[in-house]
């Protein structure tokens, strides 16, 4: 069966300090990969998504990057945290077909 | 861009009643689903519907697609609190492959 691993659960950074989150899937060839933000009990916003090695697409400008050195493998980065970046980071996986996600645990970023 | 609006956005109900969650949009969308998520965890697909008017039940949750299949509903009966949580839906459309479209989510609360 398939499994998505996210780490760090929980995180605090100072600002200006770097970031980077992990994401990787199991059981599993050639996923789309995609990592969201979400506001405090609200819906999720689409950062990046991936459907190969090397291949990301941004949704929206922002201080954060993404990369896929890895079939399974997906990075969340960023060179010089913002206080606007704190939040939950979701990280989610699907097949070839695209409409199902499914999700990790999520990453609770705190920039101070 | 297409648009899901959820609503209400919050609901606090006592065991043992019925509740409902709609999500509306102006587009129509090629399936639709529904997900549930506890506070810190990453959401948990519950259904996927696909067909015009395709009605699914899960044991005491009740999904509708309508029609026109631009919006859904979530009927939950005899609501327990491990009901509790933040109701979202997602839906894809032909023009987004791969790509899901959140609504801002229904947060609610059974109390015992």
């Known amino acids: 069966s398939q499994t998505i691993h996210q780490w760090p659960a929980t995180l605090v950074q100072p600002v200006g300090s770097p970031l980077s989150l992990e994401c990787t899937v199991e059981?599993?060839?050639?996923?789309?990969l995609y990592w969201y933000r979400q506001a405090a009990g609200r819906g999720l916003q689409l950062l990046f998504y991936?459907?190969?090695?090397?291949?990301i697409s941004s949704e929206v400008p922002q201080n954060l990057s993404a990369s896929r050195p890895q079939d399974r493998q997906f990075i969340l980065s960023s060179k010089k945290l913002l206080l606007s970046d704190s939040g939950f980071y979701l990280c989610?996986?699907?097949?070839?077909?695209?409409?199902?996600?499914?999700f990790g645990a999520g990453t609770r970023l705190s920039v101070l | 861009t297409q648009l899901l609006e959820q609503s209400p956005q919050f609901l606090s109900i006592q065991e043992g009643e019925n509740l409902t969650v709609y999500c509306n949009s102006s587009?129509?969308?090629?399936?639709l689903q529904w997900y549930r998520q506890e506070p810190g965890e990453g959401p948990v697909l519950l259904v996927t519907?696909?067909?015009?008017?395709e009605v699914k039940k899960l044991k005491r949750l009740t999904f509708q697609f309508g029609d026109a299949r631009k919006d859904s509903s979530l009927h939950i009966t005899a609501a327990q609190p491990g009901d509790t949580g933040l109701y979202l839906c997602?839906?894809?459309?032909?023009?987004?492959?791969?790509?899901?479209?959140f609504g801002a989510g229904t947060q609610v609360v059974v109390t015992p």
């Open positions: 989610a996986w699907s097949d070839g077909g695209g409409n199902i996600q499914y």
């Open positions: 059981g599993t060839s050639n996923p789309n």
């Open positions: 991936s459907v190969g090695i090397g291949q």
């Open positions: 587009s129509v969308f090629s399936s």
């Open positions: 519907v696909v067909t015009g008017g």
């Open positions: 997602a839906g894809t459309s032909t023009d987004s492959w791969g790509k899901l479209q």
